[in-house]
């Protein structure tokens, strides 16, 4: 998934997820916490294989990845192309009102604009970009 979009998140908790980025997701997604403070969008697809590695886990592993699945919220797009994200996921990557929906690769993050600006300016130089491609091995 690709691309940065900026939207709103009404009174209610909406959230509109751009044509791009629903056509990756699928009409039904998942919605959970991220190690950074944002929020994780993962196919059904993805979310599969995610669930498949944690059951092939010992269970003392399988016991750290239960935040991930507490917090987690099946979501399913409106008429509208919307998801209603639960209150503790918009507190947890405090997400008030202005949003920035990011594609970032398999999944798609939900960022508080101002902190993603942030996030964004800090790793958008020429230092980051070149070695993002060395480790690639570009």
Not at 92 to 114: Q, S
Request: with cysteine; charged share 25%; proline share 4%.
């Amino acid at each position: 998934m690709t691309g940065v979009y900026n939207h709103n998140i009404d009174a209610k908790g909406r959230l509109f997820i751009p044509a791009r980025l629903r056509e990756e997701l699928g009409d039904v997604f998942y919605v959970t916490l991220s190690m950074e403070p944002c929020l994780s969008a993962y196919s059904a697809e993805s979310w599969e294989v995610l669930m498949n590695k944690i059951k092939a886990m010992p269970k003392v592993k399988q016991i750290k990845m239960r935040p991930l699945f507490a917090h987690a919220a099946k979501c399913e797009l409106d008429s509208q192309g919307r998801i209603l994200l639960p209150q503790a996921l918009r507190d947890f990557a405090g997400l008030t009102k202005n949003v920035a929906v990011v594609g970032a690769g398999e999944t798609a993050e939900f960022w508080d604009l101002d902190t993603w600006n942030s996030i964004d300016s800090a790793e958008t130089t020429p230092e980051n970009i070149a070695d993002v491609f060395m480790e690639l091995d570009f």
